[in-house]
């Protein structure tokens, strides 16, 4: 037997055969495709809801941001149109708060209080009457300063400045008349008032009344000579 052939022929010591190591490669290169396959089953809905799921966030605030815009679209016009029915109601009622107002009856009151103020001047003389009267006696002492008898100078004199005085207490009385019956009437014109007119008015109203009537009586008569004649002067020898 040679030496240097081996004890046991029957198990090789070189290398295993081709074939043998083609089959394991192919059978390690299935086993990895098959993983990979599985893998990326898996990651395939994974990676398709997180891709819908930002379409459809999208979505939803799209739609979320078009109805507040349509809400804000809607509501705008309701605002205004409201405001300019309500204007046009306030402008075409005429028994609105703003387009009309109810009398107060001041106007009745004072022309009450200034009828009664304007009777005592007719009664008792006001400025304007005193300097009337301070005129006419003026011009009569002019008149009569180159001459003229004792009636003339009295007529001149007196007699003019108190018809004058007489007169002007005859306008106020007309005054405190008229002003009293405007008083008293009013009521009767214009929009009518919900409150009665107050009694203070009416009796101050009449009481102007009252005293314009006995203060142009008065002033005819003094006017006329009728209450207190002029003087006369006596004849003499």
Same mark, same amino acid.
């Given at each position: 037997?040679?030496?240097?052939?081996?004890?046991?022929?029957?198990?090789?010591? &070189?290398?295993?055969?081709? =074939?043998?190591?083609? +089959? %394991? *490669?192919?059978? @390690? #290169?299935? $086993? /990895?495709?098959?993983? !990979?396959?599985?893998?990326?089953?898996?990651?395939?809905?994974?990676?398709?809801?997180?891709?819908?799921?930002?379409?459809?966030?999208?979505?939803?605030?799209?739609?979320?941001?078009?109805?507040?815009?349509?809400?804000?679209?809607?509501?705008?016009?309701?605002?205004?149109?409201?405001?300019?029915?309500?204007?046009?109601?306030?402008?075409?009622?005429?028994?609105?708060?703003?387009? &009309?107002?109810?009398?107060? =009856?001041?106007?009745? +009151? %004072? *022309?009450?209080? @200034? #009828?009664? $103020? /304007?009777?005592?001047? !007719?009664?008792?003389?006001?400025?304007?009457?005193?300097?009337?009267?301070?005129?006419?006696?003026?011009?009569?002492?002019?008149?009569?300063?180159?001459?003229?008898?004792?009636?003339?100078?009295?007529?001149?004199?007196?007699?003019?400045?108190?018809?004058?005085?007489?007169?002007?207490?005859?306008?106020?009385?007309?005054?405190?008349?008229?002003?009293?019956?405007?008083?008293?009437?009013?009521?009767?014109?214009?929009?009518?008032?919900?409150?009665?007119?107050?009694?203070?008015?009416?009796?101050?109203?009449?009481?102007?009344?009252?005293?314009?009537?006995?203060?142009?009586?008065?002033?005819?008569?003094?006017?006329?000579?009728?209450?207190?004649?002029?003087?006369?002067?006596?004849?003499?020898?």
């Amino acid at each position: 037997m040679n030496s240097r052939t081996p004890a046991n022929p029957t198990s090789p010591t &070189g290398p295993a055969a081709p =074939g043998v190591e083609e +089959a %394991a *490669a192919e059978d @390690a #290169a299935v $086993g /990895l495709d098959k993983g !990979a396959a599985e893998a990326g089953r898996e990651s395939a809905p994974a990676d398709g809801g997180a891709g819908t799921a930002p379409d459809a966030g999208r979505t939803e605030a799209g739609s979320e941001g078009s109805g507040s815009g349509e809400a804000r679209t809607g509501e705008a016009p309701s605002e205004d149109s409201g405001s300019d029915d309500i204007d046009l109601d306030d402008l075409d009622d005429p028994d609105s708060e703003g387009s &009309g107002k109810k009398p107060s =009856g001041l106007g009745a +009151a %004072a *022309a009450a209080v @200034a #009828a009664a $103020g /304007l009777g005592v001047v !007719a009664l008792t003389g006001s400025w304007t009457g005193k300097v009337v009267a301070e005129r006419e006696t003026l011009i009569g002492q002019i008149k009569t300063s180159s001459g003229g008898t004792a009636a003339q100078q009295i007529s001149e004199i007196y007699g003019d400045a108190w018809h004058s005085t007489a007169l002007v207490n005859g306008l106020f009385a007309l005054l405190a008349l008229l002003v009293g019956i405007f008083a008293l009437v009013r009521p009767a014109f214009g929009a009518p008032s919900p409150h009665p007119q107050p009694g203070w008015v009416r009796a101050v109203a009449t009481a102007g009344i009252a005293l314009g009537v006995l203060g142009a009586v008065i002033s005819v008569g003094m006017y006329f000579d009728l209450i207190v004649p002029l003087p006369t002067t006596g004849a003499t020898q």
